[in-house]
Structures are given as C-alpha cells and as structure tokens.
DNA sequence: TACCCTCCCTTGTGTCACAAGGGAAGGCAC
DNA sequence: GTGCCTTCCCTTGTGACACAAGGGAGGGTA
C-alpha cells in the first residue's frame, strides 16, 4: 500500500538528488544525508531507492559519476552535475512546485470542516 | 518515465477524491471535472486511473457507492464519503503538506543559482 | 579480535498511473 | 430515424519505481 511519503518522495527524488548536487559533487551515502537534513528528517532515502536513482540519473545524462576517496579516507563514486543536469533542474523545479501548490489549494478549500 | 505531474497525482490522488466527496455525494465524472477544476486543469484524472482508485477507496472503507441518476438524466454510481473516510482525510491531509512543505522548502536552498 | 560505521550494489515484490480498448444511453441536428 | 457528440461506467496490459532484504568490503576504535 502506497503512502503519502513514498509517493511524494517519487515525484521529488530526482529534484532532490539534483538540488544537492548544485551544491557540489557528492557521494551517494552524502547526498542521502543531505535529503535527511533538508527535509528535516522527514524523507529518508533507502539504498534500494538512492543507488537505482543515481544511476537512472546518470544514464540520461543529469550526473556523472568519479570514484575517489571521501573524507573519511574510503572509497567513494563522487556524482557531478552535468550542465544538462542543472538545465533539468531549472525546468522541472518550477513545474513541481506549481503543481503541489495547485494541489495544496485543492486540498484546503473548507469543507470537510462544515461536516 | 515517470513525470513530475503523474507523481504527485500519486501522492495526493485518494486526499483528492476525499476531499471532493466532502463537499457531498458526487458520481466520477463529476469527481474528475471537480479535480480539473479545483486544479486549474493541471491534474486530469485518468478515466484508468480514477475508476480503479474509486474502488481501491471503496474496498478500504472510506467511501461507499450506490446506483443513482445524474442531472443529466444518465445512470451514474454515486461515491459518499464514510466517517472512516472522513478521519482518513483528517489524518493524511496535514500529513501531505507537511511533506511537501519539507521538499518545497530543501529544493528552493539557494545553491544552483549561485553557479 | 570484535564491532560499528561508511560506502557500494542487486534481486524480488507490490503498487499504481496510464494508454487503449469496450459498452451503453441521452440529446440534438438534419 | 440516422448520425454524432457527450456523459457515464469499466477492464486489461504495460512500464516505472520505491522499498525490503540481501550481500560485500574496508576503515576506526576499543
């Protein structure tokens, strides 16, 4: 049974894997930290959801990965954002936000409260 | 591909027909043009994905059907809202804007604009 | 030595929106 | 009455994907 966490997370995993690559590369393990601390802990990404995203990104060409070496000395794929990735990014955004807000005003309109 | 619109009409498919059956008894057709309209015709729904949706809503218990007729004089099925459907409204719509609140919030960081 | 944490990955499962199909019946134009 | 549009209901097949649950390896620390 599908709930409302998942389902958002699906419509906002690649934004959100995208949004925190502008903020430099970064590793899997550190991108799924930055989801966790942008949203206050109230999306967490699961490794079966991460890995099959990263790579899902890569091969349309959004990232691109590296392997190197993270900050606590062990190896790690570093993920880019290609200029066709940041592109994607100033496209789609808007269009998310757009359409949550039109949701969001769906779901306030008083009457459910009337009852 | 998934798009964004498809997703986050998944995430808030069921919120919306429970809302539009708050506002009394409605039949799907009507439940869809209320969606269209609720959301500026951003969310259309599906006849594929309404329907089931409607009966996935009705196995669960939050909504019941019975056969009627509509202003235009057509058969039509009309959907009511249960007390358990109600409750359910009332506990996953605060749920849903807390989410996406979170999403909105860690996609506008500024970070991409900066490059 | 033992354990935890960091880091990567895969397979199987279930859910679901959607496209594309079908059907029936009312209303209207001609 | 014939044709067509609109309203209304439904189903099957397909593809996409989050997640649970598994596995592996190497660093740090006690």
Same mark, same amino acid.
């Given at each position: #049974?599908?709930?409302?966490? &998942?389902?958002? +997370?699906?419509?906002?995993?690649?934004?959100?894997?995208?949004?925190? =690559?502008?903020?430099?590369? #970064?590793?899997?393990?550190?991108? %799924?930290?930055?989801?966790?601390?942008?949203?206050? %802990?109230?999306?967490? +990404?699961?490794?079966?959801? +991460?890995?099959?995203? =990263?790579?899902?990104?890569? /091969? /349309?060409?959004?990232? &691109?990965?590296?392997?190197?070496? %993270?900050?606590?000395? /062990? *190896? @790690?794929?570093?993920? *880019?954002?290609? &200029?066709?990735?940041?592109? /994607?990014?100033? $496209?789609?955004?808007?269009?998310?936000?757009?359409?949550?807000?039109?949701?969001?005003? $769906? =779901? *306030?309109?008083?009457?459910?409260? &009337? @009852?």
């Amino acid at each position: #049974m599908a709930d409302t966490e &998942t389902d958002l +997370l699906r419509s906002s995993l690649d934004l959100l894997v995208l949004k925190a =690559l502008g903020w430099g590369p #970064m590793h899997g393990y550190g991108i %799924s930290e930055w989801v966790e601390g942008a949203t206050a %802990s109230l999306l967490l +990404l699961e490794e079966g959801t +991460l890995y099959p995203a =990263l790579h899902r990104l890569e /091969r /349309r060409g959004w990232i &691109t990965s590296e392997w190197g070496v %993270s900050d606590n000395n /062990r *190896r @790690a794929k570093f993920y *880019r954002l290609t &200029t066709a990735g940041r592109a /994607r990014f100033r $496209a789609q955004a808007p269009l998310w936000h757009r359409h949550a807000e039109a949701i969001a005003v $769906a =779901l *306030r309109r008083t009457s459910l409260e &009337t @009852a």
